[in-house]
């Protein structure tokens, strides 16, 4: 299978703080990716999406950035709040449906 | 709008038991797909339905495993019989599928499977 992987496996930061959680990509054919927020009992929640087409996109307090040349995904996550601790996934897709998933950074905010 | 439920949250059998975890994906979403995530490994694809046929089910790790969607609603994924590496959270996830390109999926709780 495709390698999607995460360069951290945790990530503390302090509240009021910018986080950055990384993710390598090997396969360069992944047109689509998307992070996902997992709290503790819950299932994956789709954060933010984008294209291969798009290097930037951005939502609320939310950024994902694409770098297609070295295969790098980012999410960076701005004046991070307790709510914001969670699992953080990446995945990415290789068909029209499939999706290849990372095993997840845990990011942990100190208040 | 309900979300994606998933039924039990918890199962814990003994290995050899059968097991059958059941999605219900949100109403008119024609794809489903089931996932598993290992104990500290990366959530990994199992199949996807659209509408009641199979179709990819690529991930399905060995013929223990079955899954079914009777009538293009919900979803039912049987392992029989189970075995150690069959622990894990079994996720499932639904999409529109009225689209030609990806779509983002909304998934369930998981079933946390546990087997002794």
């Known amino acids: 299978g495709e390698s999607v992987g995460l360069h951290l496996p945790t990530l503390s930061v302090q509240e009021g703080d910018n986080s950055i959680i990384n993710c390598a990509y090997s396969n360069s054919a992944s047109d689509y990716f998307i992070w996902y927020k997992q709290e503790s009992g819950k299932g994956p929640q789709f954060i933010i999406d984008?294209?291969?087409?798009?290097d930037k996109r951005q939502g609320q307090r939310v950024t994902v950035l694409l770098n297609k040349t070295v295969k790098h995904l980012s999410l960076q996550i701005a004046a991070t709040q307790p709510g914001d601790s969670a699992v953080y996934f990446c995945a990415e897709s290789l068909t029209g449906n499939q999706f290849y998933f990372g095993t997840g950074t845990s990011l942990t905010v100190i208040p | 709008e309900a979300g994606v439920t998933q039924f039990p949250s918890h199962s814990v059998i003994e290995k050899g038991q059968t097991v059958t975890l059941r999605c219900d994906p949100i109403s008119g979403h024609d794809n489903l797909y089931w996932y598993r995530r290992v104990m500290g490994k990366e959530i990994k694809f199992l199949l996807h339905?659209?509408?009641?046929?199979?179709?990819?089910e690529s991930g399905m790790p060995n013929n223990r495993f079955l899954a079914e969607r009777t009538g293009g609603t919900y979803s039912t994924l049987k392992v029989q019989p189970a075995e150690l590496e069959d622990s894990g959270v079994y996720f499932c996830?639904?999409?529109?599928?009225?689209?030609?390109?990806?779509?983002?999926?909304?998934f369930g709780p998981g079933t946390r499977l546990l087997v002794l």
């Open positions: 984008i294209r291969s087409n798009m």
């Open positions: 996830a639904s999409s529109l599928g009225a689209r030609q390109y990806q779509e983002t999926q909304y």
């Open positions: 339905f659209v509408k009641e046929s199979k179709q990819d």
